[in-house]
């Protein structure tokens, strides 16, 4: 998956820019405050229907406009027919949504999701190690949604009975246990499906983190463990049963696959207490490369990468084995820089490179601005 054009209006301080960005590496240059992340993020808004920066959408909508609009042509290399699929999506200030797939009105962000597998490095990044287990479960669903196509509905059934059964426990004491025996069931059954798809992914996924970790130059080694949500020896309907008088006290289920979570550890401890930060950004860049090469591997399908001021984030040597590794894996990339010099010469002569200069919001056309080969 690639854009070929990317049209962003009233976008934070982007006006109206149209970017016809090539299949290989697209570095934007330019200032602080010129508008390098907000292309980014528009990226990541075509592609999720969220921002990255967790903002609410008055944030991110042009301080003197009512909505913002995004459109893109998306390459599908690997559709028989129709291979420039165009996507938009559009949102007001009262926040109401619109998304159009290939001409059509889309029901979910999740239509735009399957067709624009994209993925972020940026500071946020270290919250894979440093935050909630909430992100490391983000981070592995992504992965399997985009390799089994019957997770995301599972996963939907699984999010629902829970909100049935934790309404229950807050507010439905009367109803007794028998209501209760109804959602321990369909939690269960779905928190099974949920929990062997999950488990088999992350089986798939350490080979390829530990090979790409090897290539980013890491020495030492950090490992990657599954935890399910629930004790490993008792099936998910025994442990909520066993559980219930405590959920009943507390008013919510406490254990389950909404508890899962990807432990990512170095000697038996948390990487995130182990690790220097520089170490700990060559972790977080292998998880997010594995899955992009996974992903490629099982499907076909090419993840997007938006990596947010790569020089701040990396010394020269590793930031080669970054680019490097970008570079075997072929596939789209967005790389946003205060200085260009430090990213020109990364790359094999071979590889597709456009170069564009953000200013004030304003892509800078003068003559030798936009670089390309
Ligand atoms: N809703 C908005 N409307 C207009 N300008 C905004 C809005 N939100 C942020 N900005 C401004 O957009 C500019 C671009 O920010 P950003 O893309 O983060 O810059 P860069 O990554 O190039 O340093 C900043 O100057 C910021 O103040
Ligand atoms: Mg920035």
């Not at 690997?78 to 007001?92: D, M, T």
């Not at 069931?185 to 970790?213: G, K, N, W």
């Not at 919510?252 to 000697?267: C, E, K, M, W, Y």
């Amino acid at each position: 998956m690639s854009l070929r054009r990317l049209d962003i209006a009233h976008f934070r301080n982007l006006d109206a820019v149209r970017l016809q960005p090539c299949a290989g590496i697209n570095l934007i240059i330019g200032d602080n405050g010129a508008g390098k992340t907000s292309i980014l993020e528009a990226i990541s808004v075509l592609s999720t229907g969220r921002s990255f920066r967790a903002t609410r959408t008055p944030a991110i909508i042009n301080f003197e406009q009512e909505a913002y609009t995004l459109f893109a042509e998306v390459f599908n290399a690997l559709a028989e027919h129709q291979q420039i699929v165009p996507v938009g999506i559009s949102r007001n200030r009262q926040s109401e949504q619109q998304i159009r797939v290939a001409g059509q009105q889309a029901r979910s962000a999740s239509q735009l999701a399957e067709l624009l597998p994209v993925q972020v490095i940026n500071s946020d990044s270290f919250q894979l190690l440093e935050g909630s287990p909430k992100v490391r479960r983000q981070f592995v669903d992504w992965g399997v949604f985009h390799v089994e196509h019957q997770f995301f509905n599972i996963w939907q059934s699984s999010q629902k009975a829970l909100k049935q059964r934790n309404k229950l426990l807050k507010y439905g004491k009367m109803h007794g246990s028998e209501q209760l025996d109804i959602w321990d069931e369909a939690l269960s059954r779905y928190a099974d499906q949920v929990d062997r798809l999950r488990a088999d992914y992350i089986a798939m996924l350490v080979p390829e983190f530990e090979s790409t970790l090897a290539e980013l130059a890491f020495s030492g080694e950090v490992s990657l463990s599954y935890y399910r949500g629930w004790d490993k020896h008792t099936a998910c309907l025994d442990v909520l049963r066993q559980n219930r008088e405590k959920d009943w006290a507390l008013g919510f289920t406490q254990s389950g696959p909404h508890r899962a979570d990807l432990r990512i550890r170095v000697n038996k401890l948390p990487a995130v207490d182990v690790l220097s930060r520089g170490q700990q950004k060559l972790v977080v860049c292998a998880l997010l490369l594995a899955q992009g090469r996974l992903m490629q591997k099982l499907t076909g399908k090419q993840s997007i990468y938006l990596v947010d001021d790569l020089p701040a984030e990396l010394d020269s040597e590793h930031r080669n084995y970054l680019c490097q590794v970008l570079e075997t894996m072929q596939c789209q990339v967005f790389i946003t820089s205060v200085e260009a010099d430090a990213l020109t010469d990364c790359w094999s002569a071979s590889t597709p490179m456009t170069m564009f200069h953000v200013k004030h919001g304003q892509l800078d056309h003068t003559p030798g601005s936009d670089t390309s080969r």
